[in-house]
């Protein structure tokens, strides 16, 4: 049943970096002539090939998107918009929930992917690191310890983990 996981996967990760690439582009909406800016836009560009890549490989492997793709679409920026408006620790708190959903996603997929689809592992893997590299720089930065921020990086956390387990399946 690999090919039915696999078809799973790509649809998924395609889903996951529409949602990440919406949400900083909700984020810089709001914070365009701020600092933070150009490591938005960084880490924006970074997610836009992300999801070329997935996009080419729902072409090659003929899979079609979720479903919920203008849902996630809206949803996510709406998320980015929040979550600058709140203010810097929640920006970066948000970057920090999602991401660390994401690594723990890509890392299970690399694992299984390993001798099924080493091309596709490859890739997972690749991202993976990249994702790193977000969260490193969103953990850099207070996100804050509060109960508010505690509760908001939890609630952005189960958000993203229904959103992999619904674009999975449809
Ligand atoms: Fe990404
Ligand atoms: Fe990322």
Redesign the pocket.
Known sequence: MSKKRIREIIRVNQAGELG?IQIYKGQLAVLKNKPIANDLKD?LS??KKHYDKFNELLNSYEVRPTIFSPIWKTGAFGLGVLTAILGKKATHACTEAV?EV?IDHYQKQTQYLRGKDNNLAKITKKFCE??KE?LDFASEHDTGNDLFHSALKKGIKLLSKSAIKISEKA
């Open positions: 990440a880490m970074k997610e991401e994401i990249e994702e977000h």
